[in-house]
């Protein structure tokens, strides 16, 4: 199978240096999943990371400070006059200066609101608001808390300012209520840490072009043909490949989205535009990475003023077919990595092979969209990645962040 070795950056062996010299804060709040962070400690600890925990007073009601110091084999800092702190002069200024990175699990709403506000009334929160490192919430909490239009504004607040949300996930609470609010799963915080503190660069200095979103083919001035793909796929090879030391050139098509910081984001319309901009700066890359959901066929005329409904029942678009990006950058590759997509909804392997042989690719992605979590406008993907000798690589429903990652480590193999 393709990749049957996982990549070093998703495989450390325990106990090894990854995290070596680098000082976690894993911040536990008052919240029934406060017992999962016990493996977090434990995980980020057997990667050689130094954890010390600090607690507010209400997650002491769910566990013991003993068993984060025993896991961590730190003083918990549970207040800031503990007598186990008195050899660490004014803890939260000492403590903060040496982390590397805060991450809050679970994270409530009340540590989330306190943060957004500036305010620093236990240990937790004045930890954090002393601190310059990049901090990490992993919230947990009811769905209508999640919901509340006041915690979504301190969310949207916080990220604005460089807070980074791990979660939380869909699925039963521990009210019984089924909704969004379960604290993500240990093995994806810890990962989230590992990406934060022992980035892989081993895409430094490799050019990529990847292209992202729907194109807009236009009927009339406020008509077009498009489909719902919103972007979060290529966006997301583009962060991670900045995130490995590549330069990325970003050609997206109309988004909502944010450009990844360090990226070149080239903006356009139409399939017209959209295959300019490949065809203009396929040569200075090294690699092509096509995400974008390019619309086959545009109408062959556009009208220059709204098209009125009048009295006719019917009205008929002649369409036209648009250029074929991928099979005429896969005719003049000459050592260059092109990556296609396949969106199926019935013969997914089969579709995915033709198009790879027929457009010379040397990876093709293969999704479902009828599989629930791997369609258009969703966080995550189910993905089949087959190379150009038809081997496969089935990954299970991920993060579309983590599946950019699974196939940029197949393009750095081939490399």
């Known amino acids: 199978m393709l990749g049957a070795s996982s990549p070093p950056h998703l495989n450390s062996p325990v106990g090894g240096p990854m995290l070596k010299g680098k000082t976690i804060i894993v911040g536990v709040t008052g919240c029934i999943a406060a017992y999962k962070t016990a493996e977090i400690v434990r995980a980020l600890k057997k990667l050689n990371a130094d954890v010390w925990v600090a607690m507010t007073p209400e997650a002491e009601k769910f566990v013991t400070p003993l068993t984060f110091r025993t896991l961590s084999g730190n003083p918990v800092v549970t207040d800031l006059f503990n007598e186990d702190l008195k050899n660490i002069p004014v803890p939260h200024i000492s403590l903060t200066e040496r982390a590397d ?202 009208s220059g003023k709204k098209i009125k409904k009048g009295k006719k029942k019917k009205m008929k678009i002649e369409l036209k077919k648009t250029v074929d990006i991928l099979k005429e950058v896969g005719k003049k590759k000459k050592g260059k990595i092109v990556v296609g997509f396949a969106a199926e909804t019935d013969d997914l392997e089969k579709n995915a092979l033709k198009k790879l042989k027929d457009k010379n690719l040397d990876f093709i992605i293969a999704n479902d969209v009828t599989k629930p979590g791997a369609g258009f406008d969703v966080d995550t993907n189910i993905v089949k990645v087959i190379n150009s000798k038809g081997k496969i690589l089935d990954l299970p429903k991920m993060d579309k962040e983590d599946v950019a990652d699974r196939v940029l480590d197949q393009i750095s193999n081939l490399l």
């Open 101 to 302: 990175l805060i991450v809050v699990a679970p994270a409530t709403a009340n540590i989330i609101g306190k943060t957004a506000q500036g305010i620093a009334d236990d240990p937790l929160s004045t930890i954090i608001m002393s601190s310059k490192a990049k901090v990490m919430f992993a919230p947990a909490m009811n769905s209508r808390m999640w919901d509340n239009p006041i915690v979504q504004g301190n969310i949207s607040k916080l990220k604005d300012l460089g807070y980074e949300f791990i979660g939380p996930e869909k699925g039963e609470l521990a009210c019984g209520d089924v909704g969004i609010g379960r604290l993500a799963p240990v093995e994806k915080i810890v990962e989230a840490a590992k990406k934060e503190l022992a980035p892989i660069a081993d895409l430094k200095n490799l050019r990529i072009l990847v292209t992202a979103g729907a194109t807009r083919e236009k009927i009339d001035p406020v008509r077009f043909i498009s489909n719902p793909s919103s972007g979060k796929m290529g966006f997301a090879f583009a962060s991670r490949a900045i995130a490995r030391g590549a330069k990325v050139t970003l050609v997206s098509g109309p988004t909502k989205l944010e450009k990844p910081e360090g990226t070149k984001l080239i903006p356009v319309d139409d399939a017209k535009n959209m295959a300019k901009a490949v065809f203009d700066h396929f040569n200075s890359n090294d690699v092509l990475v096509m995400a974008a959901a390019v619309s086959d066929y545009s109408p062959k005329k556009t």
